[in-house]
């Protein structure tokens, strides 16, 4: 048995900033954003939106499209560095939200990569029979941990979620993935506290631990080589070369890093999928929410081969080949 995608769904919360609006916060311009990431704006929750919220609704547009009913799901996974809780997992909330009670549920840890990790997973458990339908679920607030007084990093993140829903079928949706960290580079990109080493104190809110820390242009450089790493393991794994490549879905952090990569492939600008202009970085919900647009925009089309590409914090990178049968 092969994995096949049979639906796709995104959810946003309502509020919308703008760089204008991040102007009045930090010593930033619209044109510096602009020119330096390619974002004009992202998604922003309110106080009643939740990582599980999110993902329920981007799960339910998912299930529609396939026709599959909650009963049916035999797994969820929800891939989030922005759960509800520490625990339970956000895919157990799903799963109540859904009434999903026949599945096992579980969320997966890999930030930016996390979406192409956890469909890697799905695909293993659909190979080996013992799953027949699942979801597959990006969600992020990550606005809640983003230090709001930094302008190198403020500016970047967006809230949202995407689905999808993989169905066990003979013939093969996902053709190969690959997915590979690097643990020694954890304190490029992270989220100090709260947690073991940092436990929630007066002293974490006193010294900003809270929030995400980053040193972007070093990310950046590493992102650019291990993205265009993945692709090529991916694609030659499968025997295809970056000519074979319909519609090119890179996580959507920077433009300048989808341009990098798009170049270093060699692929035509119309082959890359990008709207991080309208939602900024949404780490793990950015290739579903993308999927989601390029398929209910007929940017893909019934059987274009996808490739799905992704870097991010621990480090982590994967990426992913996808013959399209929607
Ligand atoms: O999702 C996966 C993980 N995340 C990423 O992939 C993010 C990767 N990194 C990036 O996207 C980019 O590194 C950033 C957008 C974060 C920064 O862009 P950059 O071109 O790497 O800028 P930089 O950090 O090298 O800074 C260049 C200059 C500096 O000024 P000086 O030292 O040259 O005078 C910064 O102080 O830009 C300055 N700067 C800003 N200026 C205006 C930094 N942030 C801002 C800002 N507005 N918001």
């Not at 991040?22 to 929750?45: F, L, S």
């Not at 579980?106 to 695909?123: K, N, P, Q, R």
């Not at 066990?168 to 690097?182: E, H, M, N, Q, T």
């Not at 209910?296 to 059987?303: C, E, F, L, Q």
Request: hydrophobic letters at 40%; glycine letters at 8%; one cysteine or more.
């Amino acid at each position: 048995m092969r994995s096949r995608l049979t639906g796709t769904g995104s959810a946003f919360p309502f509020n919308v900033l703008t760089n204008q609006d991040i102007e009045k916060m930090v010593d930033t311009t619209d044109e510096w954003i602009t020119t330096r990431t390619g974002i004009k704006e992202r998604r922003i929750a309110s106080s009643d939106d939740f990582t599980s919220t999110l993902a329920t609704t981007a799960a339910l547009k998912a299930l529609e499209m396939s026709g599959v009913s909650p009963a049916e799901l035999d797994m969820i996974i929800v891939a989030t560095v922005t759960p509800d809780f520490p625990f339970p997992s956000t895919a157990c909330l799903v799963q109540n939200n859904l009434k999903a009670e026949n599945a096992a549920a579980f969320d997966v840890s890999a930030a930016c990569s996390g979406f192409i990790y956890a469909l890697s997973i799905v695909d293993s458990f659909i190979r080996s029979g013992k799953v027949k339908k699942a979801l597959v679920i990006g969600a992020e607030i990550l606005t809640r941990i983003v230090d709001w007084t930094d302008r190198n990093s403020c500016l970047l993140f967006g809230d949202g979620a995407g689905a999808v829903l993989i169905e066990a079928d003979s013939s093969p949706g996902i053709l190969d993935s690959f997915i590979k960290s690097d643990g020694s580079c954890w304190e490029l990109l992270y989220q100090p506290g709260p947690g073991n080493r940092n436990p929630a104190s007066h002293k974490l809110i006193d010294e900003r631990l809270n929030f995400i820390r980053m040193q972007g242009n070093e990310v950046f450089k590493l992102a650019v080589r291990a993205m265009e790493d993945a692709a090529l393991k991916t694609l030659s794994a499968g025997g295809f070369t970056t000519d074979d490549i319909d519609l090119f879905v890179p996580h959507q952090a920077n433009r300048r890093i989808i341009e990098a990569i798009g170049k270093r492939l060699g692929l035509p600008d119309e082959k890359v999928f990008v709207n991080l202009d309208r939602y900024g970085n949404t780490s793990s919900a950015s290739i579903p929410i993308a999927l989601d647009e390029a398929n209910r925009t007929g940017a893909i089309k019934t059987g274009d081969l996808v490739l799905l590409d992704a870097f991010g914090g621990g480090l982590t990178c994967g990426a992913m080949s996808i013959r399209w049968q929607l």
